[in-house]
């Protein structure tokens, strides 16, 4: 294909005026957002998950303690249904 003449499309844009980057003062409307409840309590629950420490220091030492004491005792049953349940 070939394209020898391109001149009329630089012609539709040239006759085109310009856009300004100004607001027009013609109408009172302003932007309005509203957040829904939903989003709000997503908001809260998050910053509590971010604030909250990634470790649970008072659950590893509960753990290390029945082991020590050999009493921490799991089925192997119990395990297999947590690996499954995870697939």
């Known amino acids: 294909m070939k394209i020898s003449s391109v001149s009329g499309v630089y012609d539709v844009y040239r006759s085109k005026p310009a856009v300004s980057g100004k607001k027009s003062t013609g109408g009172s409307k ?47 049953e119990d395990i297999a249904d947590k690996i499954i349940s995870h697939m």
């Open 30 to 76: 302003k932007d309005d957002l509203k957040v829904s409840d939903k989003a709000k309590e997503f908001q809260v629950a998050l910053k509590s998950a971010l604030s909250s420490a990634d470790i649970r220091e008072d659950k590893i030492e509960s753990i290390k303690e029945r082991i020590e004491n050999g009493t921490y005792n799991i089925s192997a």
